[in-house]
Every structure is written in C-alpha cells, then in structure tokens.
Nanobody
Framework: EVQLVESGGGSVQAGGSLRLSCQASGFNFADSDMAWYRQAPGNECELVSIMLSDGTTSYGDSVKGRFTTSRDNAKDTVYLHMDSLKSEDTAVYYC??????????WGQGTVVRVSP
C-alpha cells in the first residue's frame, strides 16, 4: 500500500531544534516530489517546504533561514530539520508526496509544540 509515516514531533522550548522524518513505502519515492505542510488551530494549512525529485528545494516565507528539508532516497525518507523554533511554529506537520499523474499521498501528521 501507498503510505507516508511521520515521526520526530514533540515539545521543545523556543529557540530549540527538532528533526522530523517521513518514511515512504508502496511507491517510487526517488521519482516523487515531497513536501511538508503544517496546520495550527484556527489557521489554514500552510506550505512549509518542497523537495523536488531532482533535489531542488523551496520554503515558505515564515520558515526561510530556519528550516531545511532533505531526502535520503536509499531510505525512502524525507526530513525537515527545524532550528530556532518559535511558538508560532506550533502545529501539526504533514508529509505529502506528489507521485505523478496528479496522485497525492498524505501522512497522518506529527505534532510539534513550541513553548515560549
């Protein structure tokens, strides 16, 4: 089955760091574009980062300079390394894959809470 499983969320104080992981299975990960989204209570779902299959990246304005995404095709895993965390980064973080042919897959999400 096609599946994405996020991990690495938790609670951290402002200024701290976390690394999220997203393990993919059931499809050709190396040929897929990967993205991270987040949604905080009362907010719209927000694009955090994009990692294309060729390795190019882009980031949402609110996280530029603080977050870095990377991928390990040998492990079918995409990462989101978050530094200098702020309380406004508190959200559920979702991993998503664009598998081609307009087919998208979403993970279940992992909670990040940043305390001031």
């Amino acid at each position: 089955e096609v599946q994405l499983v996020e991990s690495g969320g938790g609670s951290v104080q402002a200024g701290g760091s976390l690394r999220l992981s997203c393990q993919a299975s059931g499809f050709n990960f190396a040929d897929s574009d990967m993205a991270w989204y987040r949604q905080a209570p009362g907010n719209e779902c927000e694009l955090v980062s994009i990692m294309l299959s060729d390795g190019t990246t882009s980031y949402g304005d609110s996280v530029k300079g603080r977050f870095t995404t990377s991928r390990d095709n040998a492990k079918d895993t995409v990462y989101l390394h978050m530094d200098s965390l702020k309380s406004e980064d508190t959200a559920v973080y979702y991993c998503a894959a664009r598998r081609g042919l307009g087919l998208d897959t979403w993970g279940q999400g992992t909670v990040v809470r940043v305390s001031p």
